[in-house]
């Protein structure tokens, strides 16, 4: 198969996403639970593979996945922004600021010293944080583009995955991967990876779009964290802490409210579910563009577009109340530790 061709900045998150034909299909096994029925779900413009639903936990992903080059032809430059920055001015900073008042949270329990790995660490938007409170911080990523602008104080290795990371058994205390996991072709050997490589009682962390929300239920596929074909896989919750507890990891605490993720993701799903305006048009407008590009969309679009997403944050904040109560966030994050002495289920066994 060969790879479809490359979005530019425009195209990036406009490809449409429709409904698949729900016809029941065989797959490979799940990488989460191992059944080998599953439904189609979405069909994604440009990709000639479907999205299936597995008709056990619920896991969404690609069959059969996507191919190395394809993947890698599904993020050219503009996807990473201009050297660590990759929002307008305003909302970078909005950004970061949200990113920093997590580091507390990540921070808890962390003796001084400790050792960090922020698993697809892209900008690096944590490390400089942690590393200001006096960790050891390092992380991994596939783009040296990705990672330009991130603090200097980080060791950050350059891999195609993370066991090509080539850390040592156990070597740190935390581990997180926040938004990563989604993106990668095979999320079973990294979190088999980091149990490895993470500390007996050590913590992980991992944030992904919950594919069982009541905001992805409410959206469909004009689901604003679908990010097809960029997320390779659609986790539940559910399915999520059931790959976690089978490599062996105990989850401990789910995390339901993102200030960062899910109002805006109630703001640019209702704009996808209108149909009024390109997919993702006020999201691709967000980004930030370098001197010499001219903004996408005509100047009275872009306006409407602004007017429209600042008329829907009250109702986006109050969703995200409602949903965190709920306990059925769009994004979560879970929580989770190594058991001591408990090893990882091999490829082989599973």
């Given at each position: 198969?060969?790879?479809?061709?490359?979005?530019?900045?425009?195209?990036?998150?406009?490809?449409?996403?429709?409904?698949g034909?729900?016809?029941?299909?065989?797959?490979?096994?799940?990488?989460?639970?191992?059944?080998?029925?599953?439904?189609?779900?979405?069909?994604?413009?440009?990709?000639?593979?479907?999205?299936?639903?597995?008709?056990?936990?619920?896991l969404?992903?690609?069959?059969?996945?996507?191919?190395?080059?394809?993947?890698?032809?599904?993020?050219?430059?503009?996807?990473?922004?201009?050297?660590?920055?990759?929002?307008?001015?305003?909302?970078?900073?909005?950004?970061?600021?949200?990113?920093?008042?997590?580091?507390?949270?990540?921070?808890?329990?962390?003796?001084?010293?400790?050792?960090?790995?922020?698993?697809?660490?892209?900008?690096?938007?944590?490390?400089?944080?942690?590393?200001?409170?006096?960790?050891?911080?390092?992380?991994?990523?596939?783009?040296a583009?990705?990672?330009?602008?991130?603090?200097?104080?980080?060791?950050?290795?350059?891999?195609?995955?993370?066991?090509?990371a080539?850390?040592?058994?156990?070597?740190?205390?935390?581990?997180?991967?926040?938004?990563?996991?989604?993106?990668?072709?095979?999320?079973?050997?990294?979190?088999?990876?980091?149990?490895?490589?993470?500390?007996?009682?050590?913590r992980?962390?991992?944030?992904?779009?919950?594919?069982?929300?009541?905001?992805?239920?409410?959206?469909?596929?004009?689901?604003?964290?679908?990010?097809?074909?960029?997320?390779?896989?659609?986790?539940?919750?559910?399915?999520?802490?059931?790959?976690?507890?089978?490599v062996?990891?105990?989850?401990?605490?789910?995390?339901?409210?993102?200030?960062?993720?899910?109002?805006?993701?109630?703001?640019?799903?209702?704009?996808?579910?209108?149909?009024?305006?390109?997919?993702?048009?006020?999201?691709?407008?967000?980004?930030?563009?370098?001197?010499?590009?001219?903004?996408?969309?005509?100047?009275?679009?872009?306006?409407?577009?602004?007017?429209?997403?600042?008329?829907?944050?009250?109702?986006?904040?109050?969703?995200?109340?409602?949903?965190?109560?709920?306990?059925?966030?769009?994004?979560?994050?879970?929580?989770?530790?190594?058991?001591?002495g408990?090893?990882?289920?091999?490829r082989?066994?599973?």
């Amino acid at each position: 198969m060969s790879p479809p061709p490359s979005p530019n900045a425009a195209q990036l998150y406009e490809q449409d996403v429709t409904d698949g034909d729900g016809a029941r299909i065989t797959t490979d096994p799940c990488p989460v639970c191992d059944e080998t029925q599953a439904t189609r779900r979405f069909a994604v413009e440009r990709i000639e593979t479907p999205v299936v639903v597995c008709e056990t936990c619920g896991l969404g992903r690609f069959h059969p996945m996507l191919g190395p080059e394809e993947i890698r032809g599904l993020y050219p430059d503009e996807y990473y922004g201009e050297p660590g920055v990759k929002f307008q001015p305003l909302v970078e900073r909005l950004v970061r600021w949200v990113g920093e008042r997590h580091i507390s949270f990540l921070c808890r329990g962390l003796d001084p010293g400790a050792r960090v790995l922020d698993v697809g660490c892209g900008r690096g938007v944590i490390l400089g944080p942690l590393a200001d409170r006096g960790f050891e911080v390092h992380g991994v990523e596939i783009s040296a583009e990705a990672a330009r602008g991130a603090d200097p104080r980080a060791e950050i290795r350059i891999a195609p995955t993370l066991r090509d990371a080539d850390y040592p058994e156990a070597f740190f205390d935390e581990i997180v991967i926040w938004h990563v996991l989604e993106h990668l072709a095979d999320p079973r050997a990294t979190v088999e990876e980091m149990h490895r490589i993470l500390k007996p009682g050590g913590r992980l962390v991992v944030a992904v779009p919950n594919f069982e929300s009541l905001q992805a239920r409410w959206s469909g596929n004009a689901w604003f964290h679908l990010d097809l074909p960029r997320h390779l896989y659609q986790f539940p919750l559910s399915g999520l802490r059931q790959l976690l507890e089978r490599v062996g990891f105990h989850p401990e605490s789910d995390h339901h409210f993102s200030l960062r993720q899910n109002p805006y993701g109630w703001i640019q799903s209702a704009m996808n579910r209108g149909h009024a305006f390109p997919r993702n048009a006020l999201y691709t407008l967000l980004h930030r563009r370098g001197a010499d590009e001219a903004p996408p969309y005509a100047t009275g679009l872009r306006l409407r577009l602004f007017a429209l997403g600042a008329l829907m944050v009250p109702l986006a904040l109050a969703a995200t109340v409602v949903e965190t109560l709920l306990r059925s966030g769009a994004t979560v994050h879970v929580v989770a530790t190594r058991s001591p002495g408990a090893s990882a289920t091999s490829r082989a066994d599973a």
